[in-house]
């Protein structure tokens, strides 16, 4: 199947703290989404990209689809421990229904 | 703010049962979806559903699942003959436009575990 890669798998920061990750693939995507998983719940959406190059701010979250379209970013400003879960990118690529293939997740614990 | 409900949110079955997964989508959702996630693991693509019909199913979705819209308002997944690899999060999520603009809205999820 698709992969999409994100980095880091996993961050530690103290609370205050900007984050940054990111979602690589192979593979030209039409349509980026950023979602958050609390544990034993479903993903909820973040931010939705739709355009490369296009820059989105949802509160504290931006995120960016990637010039080359095979790539996203998500960042975080000044993080606070609500901010803990794990936070996954999902793609949609051109021509392909409407399946999302999400990524592998980034973890994130914020120390208060 | 709309939810999908999905029921129940854990199930145990022996190996070797058939197990049905409920889920209630947005009521003016016209495109419904599975999804599952192993512990630890990615969220996959399972199967998406759209004018009483399957639009798009992985290679996950073999002849061991079923889904059906048996009236207005439900969406259920079967699994027959349940495996233990087949224990993991399974979500149900729903969109408004089939190309998942504005991305998708997920349920809780029912955790499944296969003994």
């Known amino acids: 199947g698709q992969q999409l890669n994100q980095s880091p798998q996993s961050m530690f920061i103290q609370e205050g703290e900007d984050v940054s990750m990111n979602c690589t693939s192979s593979?030209?995507?039409?349509?980026w989404l950023w979602y958050k998983q609390d544990p034993g719940e479903g993903p909820v959406l973040l931010i939705a990209l739709y355009k490369a190059g296009e820059l989105t701010s949802n509160g504290r979250l931006t995120a960016q689809f990637g010039i080359t379209r095979k790539d996203s970013f998500l960042n975080i400003s000044a993080s606070i421990p609500s901010d803990v879960g794990i936070y996954f990118c999902a793609g949609q690529r051109a021509n392909t229904g409407n399946q999302f293939y999400f990524g592998t997740g980034t973890s994130l614990t914020v120390i208060p | 703010e709309p939810e999908v409900t999905q029921t129940p949110s854990h199930q145990v079955t022996q190996m070797g049962q058939e197990v049905i997964l409920r889920c209630v989508p947005i009521?003016?959702?016209?495109?419904f979806y599975w999804y599952r996630q192993i512990l630890g693991q990615k969220v996959e693509f399972l199967v998406s559903f759209y004018n009483n019909e399957i639009s798009e199913k992985s290679e996950i979705f073999d002849d061991q699942f079923s889904v059906e819209r048996p009236d207005g308002s439900n969406f259920t997944l079967k699994i027959r003959s349940t495996k233990l690899e087949d224990s993991a999060m399974y979500f149900c999520?729903?969109?408004?436009?089939?190309?998942?603009?504005?991305?998708?809205?997920f349920g809780s999820g029912t955790r499944l575990t296969v003994v």
């Open positions: 593979s030209i995507f039409n349509t």
């Open positions: 999520a729903s969109s408004e436009y089939g190309q998942g603009l504005q991305g998708y809205t």
């Open positions: 009521s003016n959702h016209l495109y």
